[in-house]
């Protein structure tokens, strides 16, 4: 089950807030279930009003970031009959994609492709898993790199990229656009969000594993592609 929740700043009243973000969650509803064509995915539309703010609602930036959308689900379990009678080496290449280390805070911190999967459409989800490999809490914020305050890419992981070096193409993380209050348009990144700011992301506890995701615009034809996520080394992913 996909869950999709959308959220409003407390500027108005419940009249107002809470059909304002059931209709936000009924947006982005729409643009994901035309991106998904596995029958077997159901989802479910919700708004929370301004019932659950993430930011302080006194100032604008604190309201601007509480009108948001999530977007969460369970990362589906892949079994088949022949595999799960016997463990075997193909299983164990499942769990293990490639991989690459760094530092943070002194600490070790590795990041490991666990998907790159071609959907119909002319898209590709990516994803990855970060930990810190350490014995020491760690600050990790390199998964957004945004300078502007105002930026949407301060809530997500958008430090991410695909390239295909053949054709000369690099991908970065796709992007909803969804009505704004008082007209114009909002732009939520199709990928993990995030705090932002660093007094307000969370550490990276000791032996701590967090999992990410992000939906990319992909040629349908790709086989291999380069990944580059923050300042880990590029990796270079088959696609599934």
Same mark, same amino acid.
């Given at each position: 089950?996909?869950?999709?929740?959308?959220?409003?700043?407390? /500027?108005?009243?419940? *009249?107002?807030?809470? &059909?304002? +973000?059931?209709? !936000?969650?009924?947006? *982005?509803?729409? #643009?994901? /279930?035309?991106?998904?064509? !596995?029958?077997? %995915?159901?989802?479910?539309?919700?708004?929370?009003?301004?019932? !659950?703010p993430l930011y302080s609602?006194?100032?604008?930036?604190?309201? @601007? @970031?509480?009108?948001?959308?999530?977007?969460?689900?369970? @990362?589906?379990? !892949? *079994? $088949?009959?022949?595999?799960?009678?016997t463990p075997s080496a193909s299983i164990a290449s499942e769990r293990n994609g490639p991989k690459s280390t760094g530092k943070a805070d002194g600490q070790p911190i590795s990041m490991e492709v666990t998907g790159l999967r071609g959907l119909p459409g002319g898209l590709g989800l990516l994803t990855y898993r970060i930990a810190n490999e350490g014995d020491g809490e760690a600050w990790f914020n390199e998964l957004h790199h945004a300078r502007d305050w105002m930026s949407f890419r301060y809530q997500a992981a958008t430090n991410v990229t695909l390239t295909d070096v053949k054709a000369g193409r690099r991908?970065? &993380?796709?992007?909803?656009? *969804? &009505?704004a209050?008082?007209?114009?348009?909002?732009?939520?990144?199709?990928?993990s969000g995030l705090s932002g700011v660093r007094s307000s992301t969370e550490k990276f506890r000791p032996g701590q %594993?967090?999992?990410?995701?992000?939906?990319?615009?992909?040629? $349908?034809? +790709? #086989?291999t592609l380069n990944v580059g996520i923050a300042g880990f080394r590029e990796l270079r992913v088959p696609v599934r």
């Open positions: 089950m996909v869950k999709v929740e959308g959220h409003a700043d407390s /500027s108005g009243t419940d *009249v107002i807030n809470e &059909p304002l +973000s059931t209709s !936000r969650a009924r947006t *982005v509803q729409r #643009a994901l /279930s035309a991106l998904v064509s !596995r029958p077997d %995915v159901g989802f479910e539309a919700r708004g929370y009003g301004s019932r !659950r609602n006194d100032s604008e930036e604190g309201r @601007r @970031r509480n009108r948001r959308v999530t977007v969460t689900f369970a @990362r589906p379990q !892949r *079994v $088949e009959t022949e595999q799960a009678a991908y970065l &993380p796709g992007r909803f656009q *969804v &009505p209050d008082g007209g114009g348009i909002d732009s939520y990144c199709a990928c %594993v967090r999992e990410f995701w992000g939906l990319f615009a992909l040629p $349908e034809d +790709s #086989a």
